[in-house]
């Protein structure tokens, strides 16, 4: 491999030779989603190669250079392809018969059609003048999704490549299966396009812009009378229909997706199954009793509401049941002499079933009631779960949850702060269109791919902001809302300031 890797350098600039001439009049954008593909490609083969002979399935010697001899021949025939064909759009036209009927239908052969004296009705339908896309609006709109077509493409190929090596080693090792990974990019699929659609709209609006500033088009425009805001009118609309795209995703469609996704992942890692708060509220102890709660906080290690059933060893019945409001490890002496945890039970009660006595037709009960009194429970680590993630909540889901928490006195800073993001987040897609707009006719002529270097430089600032704003309020230095709101506050007061101060 140190030797094939260099050597493919070469190999990826005859394929880059032979896609990009076939490709020049697609633009830049088109040539970068295409190289994307042949990358994509390139380490398909390349990990796949190495997982296979790491395997003990293929050849290490032959291994390293797959990928170099697949794509050598495949730039070959490209590049020999290239230079016999010919450089003439494909032309398809209508059959003769069809032609004849739709140029003059059925026409007369010598006979004239005799006159008919039938009345004929007329039905005049009123016009309405209702709003409807100018040509210029079509004509930006046919741009601009064919660029965020071709960008979201793009986006998605690396989210993919990068997926594809962190698993590959998995497939031929046996530990899964060619459909089970499927499967996993299937589901996860929903996630990936979720993160890539704002960058997308982002870098589609640059470039549209970028394009029309370079070529003319947007000083045409302007000395036509139509204004910088009226030509962004369809980009805005399209960027608000994005938005709705963003929050009906994760409110339909990442939710299922994402818990498909995260199964499969366990599988195919051989990570033990997740569950958490929303889902287990009964759990079997080590010892055979059963425990029901309401809430755990694996943090503070308490318990809200819980019940303990203890069954009878030598007969299918239960001996005993225990609750308690809430029950806490004893901080003055949380373990001890065997150094198993000391559970405190707060505000309850125990019912012990007397197996030989009777009242009436009853088995006699001997009540107890408590302050406090200690617990015979499992360990702590016994009772922890995953923390439920976000991105498998709605937001009612995630609301209902925070108010749970909220009364057992747990602390919901970071689930709050993950609630309000989940409104905050769609509209990065308006903010970061209004901030491309002016930024773009500013940028002048440098084309598409300056378009799309300041596009992804604007997304990795975003997320940076994303990820600081978050942190600083899941730890309680910032408010909440002003957590997941921080950044769309900053850039939408930028794109505003660029918006006012731009030549319209």
């Given at each position: 491999?140190?030797?094939?890797?260099?050597?493919?350098?070469?190999?990826?600039?005859?394929?880059?030779?032979?896609?990009?001439?076939?490709?020049?009049?697609?633009?830049?954008?088109?040539?970068?989603?295409?190289?994307?593909?042949?990358?994509?490609?390139?380490?398909?083969?390349?990990?796949?190669?190495?997982?296979?002979?790491?395997?003990?399935?293929?050849?290490?010697?032959l291994a390293p250079w797959t990928p170099n001899v697949v794509l050598g021949i495949a730039g070959v025939v490209l590049l020999f392809w290239r230079?016999?064909?010919?450089?003439?759009?494909?032309?398809?036209?209508?059959?003769?018969?069809?032609?004849?009927?739709?140029?003059?239908?059925?026409?007369?052969?010598?006979?004239?059609?005799?006159?008919?004296?039938?009345?004929?009705?007329?039905?005049?339908?009123?016009?309405?003048?209702?709003?409807?896309?100018?040509?210029?609006?079509?004509?930006?709109?046919?741009?601009?999704?064919?660029?965020?077509?071709?960008?979201?493409?793009?986006?998605?190929?690396?989210?993919?490549?990068?997926?594809?090596?962190?698993?590959?080693?998995?497939?031929?090792?046996?530990?899964?299966?060619?459909?089970?990974?499927?499967?996993?990019?299937?589901?996860?699929?929903?996630?990936?396009?979720?993160?890539?659609?704002?960058?997308?709209?982002?870098?589609?609006?640059?470039?549209?812009?970028?394009?029309?500033?370079?070529?003319?088009?947007?000083?045409?425009?302007?000395?036509?009378?139509?204004?910088?805001?009226?030509?962004?009118?369809?980009?805005?609309?399209?960027?608000?229909?994005?938005?709705?795209?963003?929050?009906?995703?994760?409110?339909?469609?990442?939710?299922?997706?994402?818990?498909?996704?995260?199964?499969?992942?366990?599988?195919?890692?051989?990570?033990?199954?997740?569950?958490?708060?929303?889902?287990?509220?009964?759990?079997?102890?080590?010892?055979?009793?059963?425990?029901?709660?309401?809430?755990?906080?694996?943090?503070?290690?308490?318990?809200?509401?819980?019940?303990?059933?203890?069954?009878?060893?030598?007969?299918?019945?239960?001996?005993?049941?225990?609750?308690?409001?809430?029950?806490?490890?004893?901080?003055?002496d949380p373990v001890d002499e065997s150094g198993n945890a000391k559970w405190i039970g707060h505000q309850g009660?125990?019912?012990?079933?007397?197996?030989?006595?009777?009242?009436?037709?009853?088995?006699?009960?001997?009540?107890?009631?408590?302050?406090?009194?200690?617990?015979?429970?499992?360990?702590?680590?016994?009772?922890?779960?995953?923390?439920?993630?976000?991105?498998?909540?709605?937001?009612?889901?995630?609301?209902?949850?925070?108010?749970?928490?909220?009364?057992?006195?747990?602390?919901?800073?970071?689930?709050?702060?993950?609630?309000?993001?989940?409104?905050?987040?769609?509209?990065?897609?308006?903010?970061?269109?209004?901030?491309?707009?002016?930024?773009?006719?500013?940028?002048?002529?440098?084309?598409?791919?300056?378009?799309?270097?300041?596009?992804?430089?604007?997304?990795?600032?975003?997320?940076?902001?994303?990820?600081?704003?978050?942190?600083?309020?899941?730890?309680?230095?910032?408010?909440?809302?002003?957590?997941?709101?921080?950044?769309?506050?900053?850039?939408?007061?930028?794109?505003?300031?660029?918006?006012?101060?731009?030549?319209?």
């Open positions: 491999q140190k030797l094939s890797l260099p050597l493919a350098c070469p190999i990826l600039a005859l394929i880059g030779l032979a896609l990009g001439a076939t490709n020049r009049k697609d633009g830049k954008l088109a040539s970068f989603a295409v190289g994307m593909a042949v990358i994509f490609l390139y380490y398909v083969l390349l990990w796949g190669a190495r997982a296979a002979a790491m395997g003990g399935q293929f050849s290490p010697e230079s016999r064909a010919a450089d003439q759009p494909i032309r398809a036209g209508l059959p003769a018969f069809l032609q004849r009927w739709a140029g003059g239908g059925a026409r007369s052969t010598g006979a004239t059609a005799a006159p008919t004296n039938r009345p004929l009705l007329v039905v005049r339908v009123p016009v309405l003048n209702l709003p409807r896309p100018k040509i210029l609006d079509l004509y930006l709109s046919r741009e601009y999704l064919r660029v965020l077509f071709l960008g979201i493409v793009s986006l998605l190929g690396l989210f993919y490549i990068s997926t594809f090596i962190d698993l590959v080693d998995k497939l031929f090792r046996g530990e899964t299966t060619g459909a089970m990974l499927l499967s996993y990019f299937y589901f996860r699929t929903p996630q990936f396009v979720y993160y890539v659609i704002p960058m997308g709209v982002l870098v589609s609006t640059l470039v549209t812009v970028g394009l029309l500033t370079k070529s003319g088009e947007l000083l045409v425009m302007r000395a036509c009378g139509i204004s910088l805001y009226r030509t962004a009118l369809p980009l805005i609309f399209f960027a608000f229909l994005a938005s709705g795209v963003l929050f009906l995703m994760q409110e339909r469609v990442l939710t299922a997706a994402n818990k498909q996704a995260d199964q499969l992942e366990r599988t195919i890692r051989r990570w033990p199954a997740a569950t958490t708060a929303l889902n287990r509220r009964w759990v079997v102890g080590t010892s055979g009793e059963l425990y029901h709660y309401d809430l755990y906080d694996p943090e503070a290690n308490r318990f809200v509401n819980l019940l303990v059933y203890r069954l009878d060893d030598t007969a299918w019945r239960l001996r005993s049941v225990t609750r308690a409001v809430d029950a806490t490890i004893d901080a003055s009660w125990t019912k012990v079933l007397a197996p030989n006595r009777t009242v009436g037709d009853h088995k006699a009960v001997q009540h107890t009631a408590f302050d406090r009194a200690p617990l015979a429970l499992d360990s702590p680590t016994y009772f922890k779960t995953d923390d439920p993630v976000a991105e498998m909540m709605t937001y009612g889901q995630l609301k209902d949850y925070i108010s749970r928490l909220s009364a057992s006195g747990a602390n919901v800073v970071p689930q709050m702060v993950a609630l309000q993001r989940k409104i905050a987040f769609p509209f990065v897609t308006v903010i970061m269109t209004v901030l491309a707009v002016p930024f773009a006719v500013t940028m002048g002529r440098r084309g598409a791919m300056s378009g799309i270097t300041v596009g992804i430089v604007l997304a990795i600032v975003y997320w940076v902001m994303l990820s600081v704003s978050g942190a600083l309020g899941a730890a309680g230095a910032m408010p909440p809302f002003l957590a997941a709101w921080a950044p769309n506050l900053l850039f939408g007061a930028a794109a505003l300031y660029m918006v006012l101060t731009v030549r319209t």
